[in-house]
């Protein structure tokens, strides 16, 4: 693109200019040579000053950047930038960016910059134009110029890294989660009625035959192929909480992106719902969808109100039966109480799995030995809260709700097995 620019536009002398302007001070201070010659010796340097200006003004810069229409979230990838101008003794290039966006690095000298560019929060946002500084001839002036439009960038949690896990999982191995077993279940059509085995679930026991026959029997269903998975994500006040440099709901879709490829992948159709105050979000199950999941929920921001469990479980509750997956989060007491005054009645018809991200703030509280009154405070709090948690975890798995608690780094891979284990263990 080429810019011209009028030369008081962001025109501006070098530091060389400066400093020759106050050597001219020095002389003319400490030495008799009259004013005369000082005065000559200004107007020389100034007269420099604006040939350089004026110069490097109409250099007619050209240039070019890199496109980054689409990032994973803090995954940085190449960028580049680079400038040809005209009758000009050096450049530096700049990058601004938004609060959102990193750029690494965002300004260098010469006519071209390489760097990466990563977000840092997810959402859509603009790159600003660039700009080139160009330095006259003599070094004395300089002028900036505008490169380029501003352009629309994609920050999206980090798809790439949940399908290397998916390719890991289905060469039968991976870091996170080592050696798993292959997808099997008990399904959910029913097929036939049989002797009660040890093994079996409690819930599978039919009774009337049991009471019929005089011996314990059991239903026996074959294995559903066609799996829903209905991702349920908690946009409430409680996930706007930092984990890190991020929030409880940066973690929670970035694991949500983990396991809705591995459910891809596993060849089930995949939902997802969102919700606060109430539901404002909702994506029916299908298949191939872990990738529209994604881009239908990574903009969502944490709100201010309460989470009302009850009616995000009643929208849940009209698909059929299904693996539900709850993103929240499970420190405050009160909001607890909510979740297991609805939780309820979710799990009398789907296989509930609940995910949320460790505190690692409240463990270094409890872990650390205190040095005065407040550290003591300071402890004591965060072991309520711990035990309030704990109570919380206690009552869900009580009911038959599966929980998945784990570090940020490891929920997603953490959430993945807790799904493969409740589909083989409901057949669901």
């Known amino acids: ?39 000559l010796a200004a107007a020389a340097v100034a007269g420099c000053v604006v040939v350089d200006v004026v110069v490097a003004t109409r250099a007619r810069p050209a240039g070019r950047r890199s496109t980054v229409p689409t990032l994973a979230q803090r995954v940085p990838v190449p960028m580049s930038l680079s400038v040809e101008l005209l009758a000009t003794s050096s450049v530096r290039l700049r990058q601004p960016v938004p609060p959102e966006i990193a750029v690494q690095p965002d300004e260098q000298a010469g006519r071209a910059l390489s760097g990466t560019i990563a977000g840092r929060h997810r959402g859509v946002h603009v790159l600003p134009p660039w700009a080139a500084r160009a330095t006259g001839p003599l070094g004395l002036g300089s002028a900036d110029h505008v490169l380029g439009a501003p352009e629309e960038v994609t920050v999206l949690p980090d798809l790439p890294k949940a399908r ?49 026959i005089g011996r314990p029997m059991a239903n026996q269903f074959r294995v559903e192929e066609n799996r829903d998975l209905v991702c349920v994500v908690d946009t409430g006040r409680l996930m706007a909480s930092p984990v890190g440099p991020v929030t409880r709901l940066d973690v929670a879709l970035d694991a949500l992106a983990t396991l809705v490829v591995a459910a891809e992948d596993a060849g089930d159709r995949v939902g997802a719902m969102a919700f606060a ?55 405050d007491e009160a909001a607890s109480r909510s979740l297991l005054a609805a939780a309820g009645m979710l799990a009398r018809r789907h296989a509930v799995l609940v995910v949320t991200c460790r505190d690692p703030d409240l463990a270094a509280a409890v872990a650390a030995e205190p040095s005065d009154a407040r550290g003591v405070l300071r402890a004591a709090v965060a072991l309520d809260l711990l035990r309030s948690r704990d109570r919380t975890v206690a009552l869900l798995r009580s009911m038959g709700i599966a929980v998945v608690e784990d570090r940020a780094d490891r929920l997603g891979p953490a959430a993945v097995r807790a799904y493969l284990a409740l589909t083989q263990r409901y057949g669901v």
């Open 1 to 39: 693109m080429d810019v011209r620019r009028p030369f008081w536009r962001g025109a501006r002398p070098t530091r060389w200019a400066a400093a020759g302007f106050a050597l001219i001070a020095v002389v003319t201070v400490t030495l008799p040579v009259g004013v005369l010659l000082p005065t």
């Open 277 to 331: 105050g109430s539901v404002f979000r909702q994506l029916a199950p299908r298949r191939q969808a872990a990738e529209p999941v994604v881009r239908a929920l990574f903009d969502l921001e944490p709100t201010e109100v309460e989470s009302d469990y009850e009616r995000a479980f009643l929208a849940v509750g009209r698909h059929r039966r299904a693996v539900v997956a709850l993103f929240t989060d499970l420190v």
């Open 164 to 212: 290397r896990l998916a390719a890991a999982r289905r060469r039968g191995r991976s870091v996170e989660e080592g050696r798993i077993r292959s997808r099997a279940g008990i399904g959910t059509e029913f097929e036939t009625i049989r002797d009660y085995a040890p093994d079996d679930d409690v819930r599978r026991i039919n009774w009337a035959a049991t009471a019929r």
